[in-house]
């Protein structure tokens, strides 16, 4: 059977290293999907990511891809896209990576509007890193740093980003590989900061400290409390407390983007000089 997004897979470096049953690899599936769906060629592509269990995925992906240091992957990507405006940047990054010791990146990568996508993998834990609690790990949920139940209350990821200014943000969920694959699609399409949250199982180290250390038990978790945006818009606050909305969620086509605008800025210098 051949594989339709194989040509942007470094066959040579599979099998990877994830856990057998982890949504990563849905995730970068539906990524790999999407690109061939656009046509877009391996060389005019260029993959980002820092460190962590997603951060793997740019090693397995046949481009011009960076692994770079700990939630610091849209400051190398905010650099390639503004010396090389012509070609996709986009980032793969972790909840802890792109929100704890990234967030400062996020908030200011989102204010900009530098045309960049980039998928945050939230499975609500640090993997990698040996299952510390993130920024969205739910209240109570229990963790290697919080073996009594977390007391921080989680981020909403889309609403944080919605408000720092990103102008294309959806959520997406391991259950259902199609959406998630037309939402990455939007957001590669989208002139501006694109933000996919997809949102993901890790059983080995989220799911075994919190009853759910079934890949299938704890993705079919993850469904249960998500509902649609169309169906959201129908329901009460109280019907939609603790679930996650999935779909597009914002979509701000009016803002200008940061290449353009830091242009201007190079031509009124040059113009003054
Ligand atoms: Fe996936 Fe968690 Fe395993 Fe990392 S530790 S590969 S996130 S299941
Ligand atoms: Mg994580």
Redesign the pocket.
């Known amino acids: 059977m051949s594989i339709r997004y194989a040509p942007y897979l470094r066959m040579e470096h599979i099998p990877h290293?994830?856990?057998p049953?982890?949504?990563?690899g849905i995730i970068v599936k539906a990524m790999l999907r999407a690109f061939e769906a656009l046509e877009w060629k391996a060389d005019d592509l260029a993959v980002i990511s820092g460190i962590g269990?997603?951060s793997r995925a740019p090693g397995y992906i046949d481009a011009n891809t960076l692994h770079t240091t700990h939630g610091r992957a849209l400051t190398f990507a905010s650099g390639i896209k503004l010396a090389r405006p012509d070609k996709h940047v986009v980032v793969i990054s972790?909840d802890g990576d792109a929100t704890a010791i990234g967030g400062n990146h996020l908030v200011h990568s989102c204010r900009r509007n530098i045309d960049l996508t980039l998928i945050i993998v939230n499975?609500n834990?640090y993997?990698?890193t040996g299952g510390q609690y993130s920024p969205t790990t739910p209240l109570g949920s229990k963790a290697a740093t919080a073996p009594w139940g977390n007391a921080d209350p989680p981020f909403d990821l889309a609403k944080l980003c919605i408000g720092a200014g990103a102008t294309y943000v959806a959520r997406g969920q391991v259950g259902s590989g199609v959406q998630l694959e037309r939402l990455i699609r939007g957001g590669l399409q989208h002139k501006g900061f694109a933000v996919i949250e997809a949102l993901?199982?890790?059983?080995?180290?989220?799911g075994r400290r919190n009853k759910l250390s079934d890949p299938i038990e704890l993705i079919e978790h993850i469904s249960k409390n998500t509902v649609n945006v169309r169906e959201a818009a129908k329901l009460k606050p109280e019907e939609l407390a603790g679930r996650m909305v999935v779909g597009l969620l914002h979509k701000d086509d009016t803002r200008e983007e940061y290449c353009e605008a830091y242009d201007k800025v190079i031509q009124r210098a040059q113009a003054a000089a």
């Open positions: 290293m994830w856990c049953g982890c949504g990563i269990c997603t972790g499975n834990i993997g990698m993901s199982n890790c059983h080995t180290q989220f």
